[in-house]
């Protein structure tokens, strides 16, 4: 029946993550060009700031300005709307004002030309990726971005352990665990931006509420679900409705801008010989190595953790032998939130985050779970790595704006090749 389940959330995930943003109407009469910078080395990207952008109307610069804190830009054209239909304008990016290490991922499309036929604002896309192959040899690409994999993985990790343990001790596919991981990182940029809070408080803080946010899920939601005998089936779709519900609530109370943290250091690239690595990035692999470490000791020598392998494993099995299995799914819903809280937190740090940064990465988590072997935490674990590492390196064979693609790829090649994942155990259906 799992291995249905499976199947099923797996074809719903990639038909989900399907987003995109609509442009929004001009706030006062005129004509803007508008757009936004982002940097295709992060996941999800971040945005680029003090870049450079100018327009030329008639062979003569008109407006100039640079990319803000959230890489968006905004130049207003001069003149009256009406009187602009049909003149030709020509956006610029000046290339030598991009980060070091980077230009645009199509090098030749430094300006555009564009033909005014309404008095909307018109919008332009540009992105920044790393320097071309042929500027760099490939052995120092292939470990620079091994090493970028491996820290993306152990980010993934975090957040796909509680999705693994909730998949594990109950059967559900939630796909609102991407919400449980934007709450984490709304709920500390919330005491950073309403109080002044410092990142370390915010973020311990936000923790708890993720942690009793998870717990709130369960009590109100799941578990009256659990016990009218609800199936997996309609428990899964429920999931769907209340992770649009809640980037809803999301987007009404925190809007739908690039929000980034306060007193988090940006430290210079570390250079070993030929090979950048990001200081900000090695720190969060860190911390997301040392709190895996915790998680798989706690599952595998504490008592909680025996009974949580003893739920998965067989549940019925489990209530006949004296053990509490509502009050172990309540404990695994608590942590699993908790850890996706941090994830989130830990992922606006590095890359800024908006009201559906969870959405966006939920396809990697659920291809690293699925990966792995669904409801086994370290496969969860080893499924992340090995993701992280497929989507990094795929880049240097296909163009960085499809890398995500081979999240895709792995979901498809499992469920037909391997439906139990790596490290997961096959079952019998019917």
Partial sequence: ?????????????????????????????GIDVKGILTDTRTVPPKPVPDVKISVDLEGAEVASGVSDA?????LPIPGDPEDLLGKVIIVKLDTSTLPAGTTLTDEKKTEYKVTIKTNFDIPIGYRIGPKSAGERPMWEQVIERSINGVFLGLLLALAAIGLSLIFGTTGLTNFAHGELITFGALAAYFFQDSFGWAILPATIIAIALSAGFGYANDRLLWKPLRGRGTGLIAMMIVSIGLAIFLRGVYQYFFGADNHQYTGVRNFKPWHLGPIDVRPKEFFVAVLCTVVLIVVSVAVQKTRLGKATRAVSDNPALAASSGIAVDKV????????AALAGLSGIMWGSINGFDYQVGFKILLLVFAAVTLGGLGNIWGAMVGSVLVGLLVELSSLIIPTELKYVTALVVLVLVLLIRPQGLLGRAERIG
Avoid: Q
């Fill in 1 to 29: 029946m799992r291995l249905r389940v499976a199947a099923l959330f797996s074809i719903l995930a990639c038909a989900l993550i399907v987003g995109g943003f609509s442009p929004a109407s001009a706030d006062t009469p």
């Fill in 70 to 74: 959230e890489g968006k830009f905004s």
């Fill in 329 to 336: 799914i309540t404990t695994i819903w608590v942590a699993g």
